[in-house]
């Protein structure tokens, strides 16, 4: 029985949030909590499992089952709840350094299995509650206090990881926009599996605007592609359109025919397409 | 040609070849015929890690150790009366432990130039009198079992392979064995495969028909049934009483089990039979490392699930920081340790008892749980049902420890009457107003167990200290020392039963045991009374916390030997516990005691 009564209020537990101000998580948590009520589950049968970092925070603030567990192994922890126990929705909330160093191996396999788990992972490119070292998603050549003269190593990209991880479902979006964020939720919900839910997370703290591009008002729309079944990508300027060799580029929308411009299949099976869309960007 | 047959009251065979000789599965089926006889039995696996170590060379050596008996045994026995040797290796590694006199059965096929000296004999053992001592077979069990198999569409080497079954029949022959079970094995296992089945039935019944025919064995060997208490009777391993014990203990506490866990030597085979158990609502999980296993079933409990981990020494060590979760969590979880030699990756295949101290402290803070520890391999059913008592009733994780020995040893079981286990059941939260996370129950100090989907009872716990009674986080000095106190009180509260100590002479030395010490020590204290020995016996089951009495019998005794098979891990525990002295006997060989070596160090106590 749906309890179709609820509001973001009933989600909202007494606990003080204590993230720092400015910092993206307050959005996100907004979103989850309006977005809760809508998903007509009840309260008891929701559980957010996280592991350690800023973003790791989150179940703390939510007025439903929660676990706040220990570095790296919430997507272990959440399977084993999971799979014993099917009638409840499992949401495992991570960051770049959780789900992608210290617990990379049980993000790749959670996403493999594919047991229903919808895997929320705020990228923030740094890590925050240890004051700002490089993450794994970290730009290279990135300084920061771990490393003055640059990182040295080849981030990862979530997506592109995801998909190679044999992800069925995935999406990226971003904090600040939140149609866009309870979008992807709804759909993540709907997905009977483990959904790959990457959030650009922008910390003010220690990597202030690293999302600058796509959140500044007068880039935006240029530099965002919306993903969107059955329609073409495109940007304001830009759009997408398949090179001769079969790969996936952007080019301004001056240059190219309209009826050239490649329209999105979210249900494609073989992930090449997915793939050479995860690396558009770079 | 009539065949005299003798009576005797116990006999030690040990099987040995080549690891790709099948010398476990012999051994494994001589057992069990030997345990529908109704014998009592206890068996001492010896394998190599290496799977197939290059052929015919010593480190590629397997062995099986049987004792059986008309009367009650402790121990797979100090030494072989028999030695089937597959091999020149298997005969050279072997030798070490054989007395003079004992009987030697050797393929005498194996014997060439080439095998003699791939493992170093300059000369041939069975010919150059160095054997004089020993009964010596020499049979050709290569070549009658190609024999045997000529009429069936076998290469050579597909039939060569069926040796071990003629050598199993020959021995069958020899000690009386039942052959039904057998056959009936075999069948199901090679149902798939006609001609593979035919090899190994004909190449069976050919060794029984050997031994019965032929010249070079007159007198074939009787050992009348153990008296046993009347029930239904079948051998067991102690991997296996444990993945049993777990499944009749959630059974008992009306809970799923769940079973996260990495594979491991000796460990494996607890994840290989719950996996064959959907049928008892059983749900096993192979996770991508021992982590993920332990998180796993962190996850399972949280939902209401029995959650258990399955791993040895090095996998502990992978998941100590999880287990420090599942304290601070305060939900059920069990960490099954199946102990082999250490550190690092150590002896795999071999037995020890040296996690003790990792299993008691290895975790960040103060982090106690109870650790319990079978000492026989049917003790193991009864303390993985211990282990779901605790770990259900006062809302922590426990470790139940095993060994190598005894997790591959072998000895009869009587199946229980399932009306005659415990009750272990266990309330969840119910639905209240005000739910309090971490109230406690005043006997237990457990705190409630609330399951996701109750109801009223959404609340948020984690790793950080938390605040009594709410369980919000908090940072209170005086809170984390209360809280850090509780879960200490909780562990030392858990009720365990009193040491049993076994005295009939009033004596003045006391031999403690703790896990798989139990059949040497018993077998010890058997030979030490007939000698005229006035000694004590107890065997610790409860590490954590101690039996209540423990203390109160340490001072009845003015000398206490502890034997383990480590450095002295129980012995530093007792003296920081009870200011007591101990007299350790320790060995780390990666093998149990030989009742020998525990009579010979009881003796210098006794008389020193
Ligand atoms: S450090 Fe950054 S990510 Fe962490 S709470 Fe502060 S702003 Fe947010």
Same mark, same amino acid.
């Given at each position: 029985?749906?309890?179709?009564?609820?509001?973001?209020?009933?989600?909202?537990?007494?606990?003080?949030?204590?993230?720092?101000?400015?910092?993206?998580?307050?959005?996100?948590?907004?979103?989850?909590?309006?977005?809760?009520?809508?998903?007509?589950?009840?309260?008891?049968?929701?559980?957010? !499992?996280?592991?350690?970092?800023?973003?790791?925070?989150?179940?703390?603030?939510?007025?439903?089952?929660?676990?706040?567990?220990?570095?790296?192994?919430?997507?272990?922890?959440?399977?084993?709840?999971?799979?014993? @126990?099917?009638?409840?929705?499992?949401?495992?909330?991570?960051?770049?350094?959780?789900?992608?160093?210290?617990?990379?191996?049980?993000?790749?396999?959670?996403?493999?299995?594919?047991?229903?788990?919808?895997?929320?992972?705020?990228?923030?490119?740094?890590?925050?509650?240890?004051?700002?070292?490089?993450?794994?998603?970290?730009?290279?050549?990135?300084?920061?206090?771990?490393?003055?003269?640059?990182?040295?190593?080849?981030?990862?990209?979530?997506?592109?990881?995801?998909?190679?991880?044999?992800?069925?479902?995935?999406? @990226?979006? !971003?904090?600040?926009?939140?149609?866009?964020?309870?979008?992807?939720?709804?759909?993540?919900?709907?997905?009977?599996?483990?959904?790959?839910?990457?959030?650009?997370?922008?910390?003010?703290?220690?990597? %202030?605007?690293?999302?600058?591009?796509?959140?500044?008002?007068?880039?935006?729309?240029?530099?965002?592609?919306?993903?969107?079944?059955?329609?073409?990508?495109?940007?304001?300027?830009?759009?997408?359109?398949?090179?001769? %060799?079969?790969?996936?580029?952007?080019?301004?929308?001056?240059?190219?025919?309209?009826?050239?411009?490649?329209?999105?299949?979210?249900? @494609?099976?073989?992930?090449?397409?997915?793939?050479?869309?995860?690396?558009?960007?770079? | 040609?009539?065949?005299?047959?003798?009576?005797?009251?116990?006999?030690?065979?040990?099987?040995?070849?080549?690891?790709?000789?099948?010398?476990?599965?012999?051994?494994?089926?001589?057992? $069990?015929?030997?345990?529908?006889?109704?014998? *009592?039995?206890?068996?001492?696996?010896?394998?190599?890690?290496?799977?197939?170590?290059?052929?015919?060379?010593?480190?590629?050596?397997?062995?099986?150790?049987?004792?059986?008996? *008309?009367?009650?045994?402790?121990?797979?026995?100090?030494?072989?009366?028999?030695?089937? #040797?597959?091999?020149?290796?298997?005969?050279?590694?072997?030798?070490?432990?054989?007395?003079?006199?004992?009987?030697?059965?050797?393929?005498?096929?194996?014997?060439?130039?080439?095998?003699?000296?791939?493992?170093?004999?300059?000369?041939?053992?069975?010919?150059?009198? $160095?054997?004089? $001592?020993?009964?010596?077979?020499?049979?050709?069990?290569?070549?009658?079992?190609?024999?045997?198999?000529?009429?069936?569409?076998?290469?050579?080497?597909?039939?060569?392979?069926?040796?071990?079954?003629?050598?199993?029949?020959?021995?069958?022959?020899?000690?009386?064995?039942?052959?039904?079970?057998?056959?009936?094995?075999?069948?199901?296992?090679?149902?798939?495969?006609?001609?593979?089945?035919?090899?190994?039935?004909?190449?069976?019944?050919?060794?029984?028909?050997?031994?019965?025919?032929?010249?070079?064995?007159?007198?074939?060997?009787?050992?009348?049934?153990?008296?046993?208490?009347?029930?239904?009777?079948?051998?067991?391993?102690?991997?296996?009483?444990?993945?049993?014990?777990?499944?009749?203990?959630?059974?008992?506490?009306?809970?799923?089990?769940?079973?996260?866990?990495?594979?491991?030597?000796?460990?494996?085979?607890?994840?290989?039979?719950?996996?064959?158990?959907?049928?008892?609502?059983?749900?096993?999980?192979?996770?991508?490392?021992?982590?993920?296993?332990?998180?796993?079933?962190? =996850?399972?409990?949280?939902?209401?699930?029995?959650?258990i981990t399955s791993t040895s020494g090095p996998g502990v060590a992978l998941k100590s920081?999880?287990?420090?979760?599942?304290?601070?969590?305060?939900?059920?979880?069990?960490?099954?340790?199946?102990?082999?030699?250490?550190?690092?990756?150590?002896?795999?295949?071999?037995?020890?008892?040296?996690d003790l101290l990792q299993v008691m402290f290895g975790r960040n803070g103060e982090s106690?749980?109870?650790?319990?520890?079978?000492?026989?391999?049917?003790?193991?059913?009864?303390?993985?049902?211990?282990?779901?008592?605790?770990?259900?009733?006062?809302?922590?994780?426990?470790?139940?420890?095993?060994?190598?020995? &005894?997790?591959?040893?072998?000895?009869?079981?009587?199946?229980?009457?399932?009306?005659?286990?415990?009750?272990?059941?266990?309330?969840?939260?119910?639905?209240?107003?005000?739910?309090?996370?971490?109230?406690? *129950?005043?006997?237990?100090?457990?705190?409630?167990?609330?399951?996701?989907?109750?109801?009223?009872?959404?609340?948020?716990?984690?790793?950080?200290?938390?605040?009594?009674?709410?369980?919000?986080?908090?940072?209170?000095?005086?809170?984390?020392?209360?809280?850090?106190?509780?879960?200490?009180?909780?562990?030392? =509260?858990?009720?365990?039963?009193?040491?049993?100590?076994?005295?009939? *002479?009033? #004596?003045?030395?006391?031999?403690?045991?703790?896990?798989?010490?139990?059949?040497?020590?018993?077998?010890?204290?058997?030979?030490?009374r007939e000698g005229g020995a006035k000694v004590a016996q107890a065997h610790i089951k409860?590490?954590?916390?101690?039996?209540?009495?423990?203390?109160?019998?340490?001072?009845?005794?003015?000398?206490?030997?502890?034997?383990?098979?480590?450095? =002295?891990?129980?012995?530093?525990?007792?003296?920081?516990?009870?200011?007591?002295? &101990?007299?350790?006997?320790?060995?780390?060989?990666?093998?149990?005691?030989?009742?020998?070596?525990?009579?010979?160090?009881?003796?210098?106590?006794?008389?020193?």
């Amino acid at each position: 029985m749906a309890e179709i009564t609820l509001t973001k209020k009933d989600f909202t537990s007494d606990q003080e949030v204590r993230w720092c101000p400015g910092c993206g998580d307050y959005s996100i948590l907004a979103t989850m909590q309006a977005f809760l009520p809508e998903l007509g589950v009840p309260r008891e049968k929701i559980v957010f !499992i996280s592991g350690i970092g800023c973003s790791s925070r989150f179940p703390y603030y939510l007025e439903t089952f929660g676990m706040h567990s220990i570095h790296g192994r919430a997507p272990a922890i959440a399977s084993g709840l999971t799979i014993s @126990r099917p009638d409840l929705t499992v949401f495992v909330i991570t960051g770049d350094g959780d789900a992608l160093s210290i617990g990379g191996n049980h993000f790749i396999h959670a996403l493999r299995r594919n047991v229903d788990l919808k895997i929320m992972l705020f990228n923030n490119r740094i890590y925050g509650l240890t004051k700002g070292q490089y993450s794994p998603t970290s730009e290279a050549g990135k300084i920061t206090k771990s490393t003055p003269v640059g990182s040295l190593d080849t981030p990862f990209n979530p997506v592109s990881l995801g998909l190679g991880a044999e992800a069925t479902f995935i999406a @990226r979006t !971003i904090d600040s926009d939140r149609k866009h964020l309870t979008g992807v939720l709804q759909a993540a919900t709907k997905h009977k599996g483990s959904a790959l839910i990457e959030i650009y997370q922008n910390c003010p703290i220690f990597n %202030d605007g690293a999302f600058d591009t796509i959140k500044d008002g007068n880039s935006r729309e240029g530099a965002l592609l919306h993903l969107i079944h059955g329609e073409p990508i495109k940007s304001t300027t830009h759009a997408v359109v398949r090179k001769d %060799d079969g790969d996936l580029e952007m080019r301004p929308l001056s240059e190219i025919n309209e009826v050239d411009i490649v329209v999105h299949d979210a249900h @494609r099976v073989d992930p090449t397409y997915a793939f050479a869309l995860s690396r558009l960007h770079q | 040609m009539s065949k005299t047959i003798v009576s005797m009251d116990q006999v030690t065979i040990r099987f040995a070849g080549d690891s790709g000789d099948g010398m476990q599965l012999t051994g494994d089926r001589f057992t $069990s015929d030997t345990a529908i006889l109704g014998n *009592d039995l206890a068996t001492l696996p010896n394998y190599p890690a290496e799977i197939r170590a290059p052929t015919g060379t010593l480190p590629g050596v397997s062995s099986f150790q049987l004792h059986f008996a *008309d009367h009650h045994i402790q121990t797979a026995g100090d030494a072989p009366d028999v030695l089937v #040797a597959m091999n020149p290796a298997a005969l050279k590694a072997n030798m070490r432990d054989m007395p003079r006199g004992s009987t030697i059965i050797v393929n005498k096929d194996e014997f060439s130039a080439r095998n003699l000296t791939k493992v170093g004999y300059e000369t041939n053992p069975l010919e150059d009198g $160095s054997l004089e $001592s020993y009964k010596v077979h020499g049979i050709a069990l290569t070549s009658m079992t190609v024999g045997a198999l000529a009429h069936l569409p076998l290469s050579r080497k597909e039939a060569e392979r069926a040796k071990n079954m003629f050598a199993l029949g020959m021995l069958s022959w020899m000690y009386h064995r039942p052959t039904e079970a057998t056959e009936k094995f075999l069948t199901a296992k090679f149902s798939k495969v006609p001609d593979i089945l035919e090899a190994n039935l004909v190449a069976y019944r050919a060794g029984w028909n050997y031994g019965e025919t032929t010249e070079e064995f007159s007198v074939s060997y009787e050992i009348a049934p153990a008296p046993q208490v009347k029930g239904k009777y079948r051998n067991m391993s102690g991997n296996l009483a444990l993945a049993y014990g777990l499944i009749a203990g959630a059974h008992c506490a009306k809970l799923p089990l769940f079973l996260g866990s990495y594979p491991i030597t000796p460990a494996s085979d607890i994840l290989h039979e719950l996996s064959k158990q959907k049928k008892f609502g059983v749900i096993t999980f192979q996770a991508e490392d021992e982590i993920a296993a332990v998180g796993a079933a962190i =996850g399972a409990s949280y939902g209401g699930a029995m959650g258990i981990t399955s791993t040895s020494g090095p996998g502990v060590a992978l998941k100590s920081e999880a287990i420090g979760l599942a304290v601070m969590l305060e939900l059920p979880l069990i960490i099954v340790d199946v102990q082999r030699g250490g550190p690092s990756t150590g002896l795999p295949t071999k037995t020890e008892q040296s996690d003790l101290l990792q299993v008691m402290f290895g975790r960040n803070g103060e982090s106690p749980l109870p650790v319990l520890a079978a000492s026989t391999p049917t003790d193991c059913f009864d303390m993985a049902m211990e282990a779901v008592r605790i770990a259900t009733a006062y809302r922590t994780p426990v470790f139940l420890l095993s060994d190598g020995y &005894i997790a591959n040893g072998s000895q009869p079981w009587r199946i229980p009457e399932v009306d005659s286990l415990p009750d272990l059941h266990v309330d969840f939260a119910k639905t209240q107003e005000n739910f309090q996370p971490y109230a406690r *129950d005043p006997q237990t100090l457990a705190r409630p167990w609330a399951i996701p989907g109750t109801p009223g009872l959404e609340h948020r716990i984690g790793g950080i200290e938390k605040a009594n009674l709410t369980g919000d986080i908090s940072y209170e000095p005086a809170n984390h020392d209360f809280m850090v106190r509780t879960r200490a009180a909780k562990v030392a =509260g858990i009720d365990v039963p009193d040491l049993v100590v076994d005295d009939p *002479d009033g #004596a003045e030395v006391l031999i403690l045991g703790w896990g798989s010490t139990y059949g040497p020590v018993r077998a010890a204290i058997d030979v030490l009374r007939e000698g005229g020995a006035k000694v004590a016996q107890a065997h610790i089951k409860y590490i954590n916390p101690f039996p209540k009495n423990l203390g109160e019998v340490l001072s009845k005794y003015p000398k206490v030997i502890l034997p383990e098979m480590n450095l =002295g891990q129980l012995a530093m525990l007792i003296r920081s516990e009870y200011l007591k002295d &101990i007299i350790s006997f320790n060995q780390v060989r990666g093998l149990p005691f030989s009742t020998t070596e525990l009579v010979e160090a009881t003796l210098e106590v006794l008389n020193g």
